[in-house]
Every structure is written in structure tokens, then in C-alpha cells.
């Protein structure tokens, strides 16, 4: 707390005033493009990570980054709260993007490649049986998602294309991508290397997003945003 204290102090005497009249405009509002879950682990910081301020994104953070899947008629198959943020951000804010983002060392995919039992977090070990469908994947060895990385690392690039497998069950999701309103992209970041991966469907595995590949991805954006904005 000490330490969260004196960021807050530092804060509010040397970037506020920098910040004072954007948090005046987002008083009003918020107006963010795009819906990033990521998971709760400490060492992923999304604001950090793409450079973006206050009213940039709609952050969904939870152990695992995982969606639970929606049953047939659109009701979550869990916790409501991350099935309330998808139709919440999807439904009332402008999004055009969401982002399902993994990452290297997590603790809930090595719980999940254990076996998924957890001494004491009875509540814990029942978030992580969503991740089950991911485990099948990567024992079925039939793709080459994550080839070369430690277990724990596949599973978890496999996990990010799992989840978004299930953000396709909910309505909303299905709708907006029917009208050509709505994108998703998968990504996974390396800690040790401080190195964002994208999924490249093309490809069939997950490319760092250095200066050509980001160059690649800004372009087929351009060409894609007339055709989207014409639908909505």
C-alpha cells in the first residue's frame, strides 16, 4: 500500500495536470474502440503495453483470460460479470475490436496442465475447468499453435484461440460479426522478452508484432475500416 500511495501522491503532483483536461472530456463519457481481455496476472499491464490513455480501452481482466461460452439461448454458462462487460461494451459503447490476449509463465495454464485442482480455492478450481476445452487441444496435437514452447506457453496460445471460440456463442458477438461490424484478434505476450504475438490465421501460429508486422496488420485495418463503417 505504501508503494500505491506514493504513486498516487506522485500522480496527481507531476501527470495530472498533463491529464486534467482529458478526464474533464471523459467525465461526459467514454468512447473507447476496442474490448481487450486480458488476464489478471500482475506482470501484463494492457495501458502499458499498446500505449494508450484513459478512455482507450474497455479492459476485462480475470485469471486465465478465459470466456466462459454461452449456452444456446445467449445465458453465460458462469459468473455473469464477464458475460454483463461483453454485451455492455459490445452493445452500448462504440467497439469495433476485442482482444483476447494470453500470455507467457501463466500460473492458470500450468494449474490447468496439472489437472486443474487447486488445494483450498474451491472457487478457483471451478474458473479453471473453463479452460479444459483448451486442454483437449493441445493434447489432440493436431495443430502446430505454440510448436517449441514449454507446455504451459502452447497451452496458453491455444487458450486465446479457445476463447475466442466462445466469445463467437454470445448473440451479440454472432450478430456483429454477421453485419461486418466487429473483428477479434488474438495475442499473447512473451514477459521475458516484453514481445506482443498476434495470431496470424494465414499462418496458422502467433508472429511477434515487430515494425513489418505491424506495418501489415495498420494496413489491412485501412482497408478493412471504409467496409466496416459502411455497415453500421
Not at 473453463?130 to 487458450?159: C, F, I, W, Y
Not at 494496413?219 to 478493412?224: N, Q
Amino acid at each position: 500500500m505504501k508503494k500505491l500511495i506514493r504513486g498516487l501522491l506522485d500522480f496527481q503532483r507531476h501527470t495530472l495536470p498533463s491529464y486534467r483536461a482529458t478526464f474533464a472530456r471523459l467525465a461526459k463519457g467514454q468512447s473507447p474502440d476496442c474490448l481487450f481481455i486480458s488476464c489478471s496476472d500482475s506482470r501484463v499491464v494492457p495501458n502499458l503495453l499498446v500505449s494508450t490513455d484513459p478512455g482507450d480501452l474497455f479492459t476485462v481482466r480475470n485469471v486465465g483470460n478465459l470466456v466462459p461460452p454461452a449456452r444456446p439461448g445467449g445465458q453465460p454458462s458462469a459468473d455473469r460479470g464477464e458475460a454483463a462487460a461483453i454485451e455492455f461494451s459490445l452493445g452500448f459503447l462504440p467497439i469495433e475490436d476485442v482482444v483476447v490476449c494470453g500470455h507467457s509463465s501463466c500460473g492458470a495454464m500450468k494449474a490447468i496442465l496439472a489437472g486443474g485442482a487447486v488445494d483450498g480455492a474451491p472457487n478457483l478450481e471451478q474458473w479453471l475447468a473453463h479452460g479444459s476445452p483448451s486442454l483437449k487441444a493441445l493434447r489432440e496435437k493436431n495443430t502446430q499453435v505454440g510448436e517449441g514452447l514449454p507446455d504451459a506457453d502452447r497451452l496458453s496460445q491455444l487458450n486465446v484461440l479457445v476463447q475466442l471460440e466462445h466469445l463467437k456463442t454470445y448473440p451479440i458477438v454472432r450478430d456483429r460479426l454477421a453485419a461486418g461490424t466487429l473483428r477479434l484478434h488474438g495475442w499473447w505476450f512473451d514477459i521475458g522478452a516484453a514481445q506482443v504475438h498476434a495470431y496470424r490465421d494465414d499462418l496458422g501460429r502467433f508472429v511477434p508484432i515487430d515494425e513489418a508486422e505491424g506495418d501489415r496488420l495498420l494496413t489491412s485495418l485501412t482497408d478493412e475500416q471504409p467496409a466496416l463503417r459502411a455497415v453500421q
